[in-house]
């Protein structure tokens, strides 16, 4: 049976506005400054099979880990899925969650005996155990390190908690009534999703929604295959660097990728990468898919809807044992660098199929996470992810003070920060020529600076480019380099790299976070004038580099100042 | 003339896009006027002034008889759109350039995510503009750093240096002391007393630093567009003799304020029109016994729905506005781009899509005949036959071409996707009916409300004609059409109260909140407000406040505001602000933790003075059939079938005359479908009413 394309068109009119009210109410039931304020969660409808059907975009990453999430939940319980079950997973490797701090939950949907759908959200949790407060250690070597791993469970058994299940989550957080809290409102978000999905169903007819789900699917595909037809045959390479590990300091790690494209199809080839890390720098293949489907829809369209349909056309191959494809237990918690570097060498070796939408390198992203005890006692952990910058664009500058690609999150209010945790921030401010110079300049990065307030705390950092820069495309310079300062501009300064876990801090140490800047692209010989004159007065490029990275005349940028200045 | 016959008018003036809607209430008998002179782009009063003096001029009445003038402006929502602001400078605390220039850091949600060419929305301010000062107040309002006037200074003599006509000052933690920006406000009166001071502390004194200092951009960036508008304003209807003080402009709140209040607080008027709106409906709810409504304003290129619970609309303390950060109270208007003009197009994937673009009003839908050729939700409606081309739109200044409707989408969606045009013109109109559901969710189901109990306000030009079918559809209880459904925001304009609002901000657990201490901040606030209505000339009699709180969990980011009872709060006041604030949790979100601790964020309070209510209704003919009112009938297509209907003139349905559906119902300014099984009733006030029975 063919549904029509208006009854169709209307019932994904429907899933999509089941997906907001769930993402909606997942941030508005959140009780975690993660989940409420940095938005760090995603909600989806999947089908039977676990391939999605409705999305809403947070964080594309996310798309790519619960089809895994469900699939291993049908593996574990085949035969043993009831309605009113909502069942519970981060681990990375058996249920291909992002990293092992984010909680899926997952509830099934029934029409009477048959299970038709899936429920489904992922959320950053503020901590489930580990090494260091907020569960995400830099030096960690093995999963076991990155917090309680938990498989596929049923938090929910037919409508009811499993109290076991709940006792053992509480047990193992250094923040058990948030952690609750966050999972409850990801319970109910599900049995929303749930509850709407089955309105949609008794107005429109079972088998209806059904081949509105696989016709969904269907269109995504053949649109897909459609515009990878029209491009050009061939192979196409590039290659990203990360610094290190966080273990391994002068080992940087590489990500290479080779595109097969041919005809309607296209091979992306992970297996020239770097081998697995000692550190926490590794990432599971389905984020890696992931990865790719964030850069077809990119290179697409943004509009296309990335479901099933687009995982469907993606080919991949990896190598066992590569920073791609770790053998369990190799830990995987800062994936998030690797998935950028991933990300941008797909990007990069894209130019050569859609060279229209070049793009230089991206700013570091990562998390930053500061634990330890108030003066009153009471434990704390303050987690903030700070935004970087983008690389050029073709006919743009990069975007400063941003999230980059797969990344998303919101910035953490001072005021908030300073009322909730013993802290004050000294600076914040974007890094004056921390955009690498082109005829289109590169984003600039953040510096964030940091005192702490009381006698013990740890920091964690799962930064990235402090001494592997965005790169420069078409002639454009790399962007500034990141790095991470304790007492900066005194004599016990010192640096630290780009991750790690569990720094001691003391009261009165003052931190500073610089993020690395994307990179410039473009001959900068052939910057526009107004635009560089433009920088210099807004203090995004100072007068020395402008003089001597972009050779602007002297005399004729200090005319010019001066005319602005009104001093001619 | 007689003193005592004379008329008392009262006058409200809605400003849109295309059209300048008045309506005129003649206080001594009852009667409504209601009329539209087309807008003046350059500066919007002169339509308003030479509208009301023409108005006047045909009424053989003098510019004194008007007692009461309210005012819907966009003129700073087109200044935001068109970046026509003032250049505007920035004073910040030295170090801290970031908190501009970072914003939110993330980019939104949906496509913009893959999108590698995306923009940060544009900044009011730029860097070069920016200027930082020594100066740190701490978390607890503490004075960390003193502020160094000579620092001040220099910002100061930059920025006039450059040009600036206005500045806006926010200084980390001013909300909790806001000693420093209120200083470097005076340097400014020395300095440069003609530029125009905006400071975080009075325009928005709530704590996350971004949100209130991009408040205080924003009203930096109006301020004195909107000032010399309404002194503009102000003059030349004191030109034509217009002698009444009761000058008003409604603001994103749904209240009004007077024109010098409202020319200092520009940023509480970017959503005045359709705040309008809502206050009308509010106040039919009310006259109706009518407690639970969803507004429906269904315009060319967008459709504005809020919601209206046991008599109040349902606000919000800020959001974003043509993409800036503002944190200001406003009604919780949900917007979605699907109008009548909005555009039908079949995507790479084959698949219809409706929207978001819009044809607008040049060129308009195809059918209009003024050369657009892309097929809109209006050609698909007469094409059903529920428009048609001997019923013209608008009044009759605009007349419909069938065949130019059919071409359209013959040409653009019914080839492309191998349909007929009739299944084409069906499916464009399902689709944005479904789309307009799903934003009526947005501002009910989406929060925990029950559609069964609400009532659709169906208003707009476009709204009575989508209206019944997605009521019905969505099961709700009901759906109310006003007298003139195209100018009923102008009608909210002769009903809003004076309204004012004031935010305290102090982060505290509730539990260790004395009743004294809440006092005195509700105190301070009190007296601002009834300082403030003092100065706009009202009695206190008039005038009362209203109370409310904003509170979360312990740790929580999401505030809720709960409503307080009237002053003085008492402890029992406290216990009980506990337990509003638990089940508002668990209306809102599904859950609750009544044994988790409670934070206070914000105390707020409303200053309202009202104004006296004025009878909106219309006179209904007593007697008379409604077959008397049938003047054709119509072939429209529904339910995949041709089906004969009656259609009436709506100026001759009797008081309780019953049409049942399948109808239409003609007027000037709209046109109401309703559907099969459906009844519609006039009540005495001039309103149709549909009961839903599920």
Redesign the interface.
């Known amino acids: 049976m063919a549904v029509d394309?208006?009854t169709?068109?209307?019932i994904?009119?429907?899933l999509s506005?089941i997906v907001?009210?769930m993402?909606?109410?997942i941030?508005?039931?959140?009780?975690?400054?993660i989940v409420?304020?940095s938005?760090d969660a995603s909600c989806m409808i999947l089908d039977s099979e676990g391939e999605v059907v409705g999305e809403?975009?947070?964080l594309?990453l996310h798309i790519a880990a619960l089809p895994e999430v469900v699939k291993a939940i049908k593996k574990v319980y085949s035969g043993r899925i009831f309605p009113g079950d909502a069942f519970i997973t981060n681990h990375p490797y058996v249920s291909g969650v992002t990293h092992s701090i984010d909680m899926a939950v997952v509830i099934p949907v029934f029409i009477g005996d048959a299970l038709i759908a899936y429920c489904a959200s992922i959320a950053h949790k503020s901590d489930l155990g580990g090494m260091v407060p907020g569960t995400g250690s830099g030096n960690a070597r093995e999963l076991f390190q990155e917090g309680i791993q938990y498989p596929p469970v049923k938090f929910m058994d037919q409508g009811k908690v499993v109290e076991e299940v709940e006792a053992i989550l509480r047990a193992n957080s250094r923040t058990p009534?948030?952690i609750m809290?966050d999972i409850?409102?990801q319970v109910?978000t599900g049995r929303?999703g749930e509850e709407r999905l089955k309105e949609v169903v008794s107005r429109y007819g079972l088998e209806v929604v059904l081949e509105t789900f696989s016709d969904l699917q269907l269109?995504?595909e053949?649109?897909v295959r459609s515009v990878i037809a029209s491009w050009n045959d061939g192979t196409f390479e590039a290659e990203t660097w990360v610094d290190n590990d966080g273990i391994q300091l002068d080992v940087p790690i590489k990500y290479h990728v080779r595109i097969e494209k041919s005809g309607e199809r296209i091979l992306f080839d992970f297996s020239e990468s770097a081998p697995q890390t000692l550190g926490p720098l590794n990432v599971r293949p389905p984020l890696v898919r992931g990865c790719c489907y964030?850069a077809m829809?990119?290179m697409i369209?943004?509009?296309?809807p990335?479901n099933g349909g687009l995982a469907r056309v993606i080919e991949t191959k990896f190598r066992h044992g590569s920073v791609l494809d770790p053998i369990y237990p190799a830990p995987t918690n800062t994936y998030m660098a690797s998935a950028t570097a991933v990300t941008e060498a797909v990007?990069q070796a894209m130019n050569g199929l859609v060279p229209e939408?070049k793009?230089a390198g991206m700013g570091g992203v990562g998390g930053m996470v500061i634990g330890g005890k108030r003066k009153d006692g009471s434990s704390y952990v303050q987690y903030e992810l700070i935004?970087a910058a983008?690389g050029a664009?073709?006919g743009?500058d990069g975007?400063?003070?941003?999230?980059v690609l797969l990344d998303?999150?919101?910035?953490a209010?001072?005021?908030?920060l300073?009322?909730?945790f013993p802290v004050?921030?000294?600076?914040?401010?974007?890094i004056t020529d921390s955009g690498g110079a082109g005829q289109y300049r590169g984003g600039l990065a953040?510096?964030?600076?940091y005192e702490i307030l009381t006698s013990k705390a740890q920091l964690t950092l799962r930064g990235g480019k402090h001494t592997e820069p965005a790169f420069g495309v078409d002639g454009g310079m790399p962007g500034r380099l990141g790095a991470c300062i304790i007492n900066p501009d005194s004599e016990g300064s010192r640096d630290l790299p780009s991750r790690f876990g569990g720094e001691e801090l003391k009261e009165g140490d003052v931190l500073r976070i610089e993020k690395a800047g994307g990179g410039g692209l473009g001959p900068l010989s052939e910057r526009a004038w107004e635009k560089l004159l433009g920088d210099v007065?807004?203090?995004?490029v100072s007068f020395q580099s402008a003089q001597s990275d972009y050779g602007a005349d002297p005399e004729k940028l200090k005319s010019a100042i001066a005319a602005?200045?009104?001093e001619e | 003339m007689n003193v005592e016959n004379r008329r008392r008018l009262r006058v409200g003036v809605d400003t849109g896009g295309t059209f300048t809607d008045f309506v005129i209430l003649d206080e001594s008998s009852g009667e409504i006027d209601v009329f539209k002179v087309p807008s003046t782009r350059s500066n919007q009063s002169d339509a308003i002034v030479s509208g009301l003096a023409n108005y006047l001029a045909g009424i053989d009445e003098l510019a004194d008889a008007v007692v009461f003038f309210c005012h819907g402006t966009t003129v700073g929502t087109n200044a935001i759109l068109e970046g026509s602001g003032a250049r505007t400078g920035l004073v910040i605390t030295d170090g801290f350039r970031g908190v501009y220039e970072v914003g939110e850091q993330a980019r939104g949600q949906g496509s913009v995510i893959y999108d590698l060419f995306f923009e940060k929305p544009r900044q009011l301010v730029s860097p070069r503009y920016t200027e930082e000062v020594l100066e740190r107040i701490t978390a607890t309002g503490e004075e960390l750093i003193a502020l160094d006037e000579d620092s001040a200074k220099r910002a100061i003599e930059h920025l006039v240096r450059h040009g600036a006509e206005s500045v806006a000052v926010a200084l980390l933690f001013s909300f909790k002391n806001p000693q420093h920006e209120q200083r470097i406000k005076e340097i400014f009166s020395e300095l440069a007393p003609w530029i125009d001071v905006s400071v975080s502390s009075d325009i928005a004194p709530e704590i996350r630093e971004y949100y209130r200092m991009s408040t205080t951009v924003v009203n930096a960036y109006l301020n004195p567009l909107l000032s010399r508008y309404i002194n503009r304003l102000d003059v030349k209807l004191r030109e034509i003799g217009v002698t009444s003080d009761q000058r008003y402009i409604i603001r994103s709140n749904g209240g009004v304020a007077s024109f010098s209040s409202a020319a200092a607080r520009s940023v509480q008027t970017i959503l005045s029109g359709p705040a309008a709106g809502v206050v009308t409906a509010q106040h039919v709810a009310a006259l109706g016994g009518i407690e639970n409504l969803v507004t429906f304003d269904m315009g060319g290129t967008s459709t504005d729905v809020a919601l209206i619970r046991q008599g109040e609309p349902v606000r919000r303390m800020g959001g974003k506005v043509h993409s800036l950060d503002v944190l200001v109270p406003m009604l919780d208007i949900h917007t979605v781009a699907a109008g009548g003009g909005t555009i039908a197009w079949v995507d790479d994937m084959g698949v219809l899509q409706v929207g978001p673009r819009s044809a607008g009003s040049e060129p308009g839908p195809a059918c209009y005949g003024r050369g657009g050729v892309e097929p809109t939700v209006t050609d698909a409606n007469l094409v059903l036959g529920v428009l048609s081309g001997s019923h013209p739109l608008a009044g009759g200044a605009l007349k419909l071409d069938l065949e130019l409707a059919k071409n359209s989408i013959l040409e653009k969606v019914a080839s492309p996707l191998g349909i007929s045009v009739l299944e084409a013109a069906r499916g464009i109109i399902e689709i944005v009916n479904v789309k307009m559901q799903e934003a009526i969710k947005v501002v009910s189901s989406n929060r925990g409300y029950d559609l069964r109990d609400f009532y659709l306000f169906a208003f707009g030009g476009a709204g009575p004609l989508h209206g019944c079918q997605i009521a019905e559809e969505m099961g709700m209880k009901g759906v109310i059409i006003p007298p003139y459904p195209g100018v009923t925001s102008a009608l909210g304009l002769l009903l809003s109260d004076i309204r004012h609002d004031f935010v305290h901000s102090d982060l505290v657990d509730l539990s260790t909140l004395a009743p004294s201490g809440m006092k005195s901040i509700f105190d301070s606030l009190k007296s601002k407000g009834t300082e403030l209505l003092q100065s706009e000339g009202f009695n206190m009699g008039q005038c009362h406040f209203e109370l409310a709180m904003d509170l979360r969990y312990g740790g929580q980011g999401y505030e809720l505001t709960v409503g307080l009872p009237e002053l003085p709060v008492t402890s029992d006041d406290l216990a009980s602000l506990r337990t509003r604030f638990d089940q508002a949790h668990l209306q809102y979100t599904g859950h609750f933790a009544p044994d988790e601790k409670v934070e206070v964020v914000n105390y707020r309070l409303a200053a309202i003075a009202s104004v006296p209510s004025a009878p909106i209704s219309v006179s209904v003919s007593q007697s008379g059939m409604v077959d008397q009112a049938e003047i054709g009938r119509a072939e429209i297509y529904v339910g995949r079938k041709w089906e004969n209907v009656p259609v009436y003139q709506r100026s001759r349905l009797p008081v309780n005359g019953r049409i049942e559906g399948p109808a239409l119902i003609l007027q000037n300014d709209s046109t109401t479908y309703l559907t099969s099984g459906q009844t519609a009733v006039m009540n005495d006030r001039g309103y149709l009413i549909l009961e839903m029975s599920h």
């Open positions: 394309p208006i169709s068109q209307v994904q009119n429907r506005g907001q009210e993402q909606n109410n941030f508005r039931t959140g009780y975690s400054t409420r304020e938005q809403h975009v947070i594309p009534d948030v809290g409850r409102g109910g929303l269109k995504v053949r649109r964030y829809v990119a369209d943004p509009e296309l990335n990007l939408k793009i935004g983008y664009r073709n743009k975007v400063s003070g941003v999230s998303n999150a919101k910035t209010p001072i005021e908030v300073e009322t909730e004050r921030l000294r600076r914040f401010e974007l953040v510096r964030r600076e007065l807004d203090g995004y602005w200045n009104g």
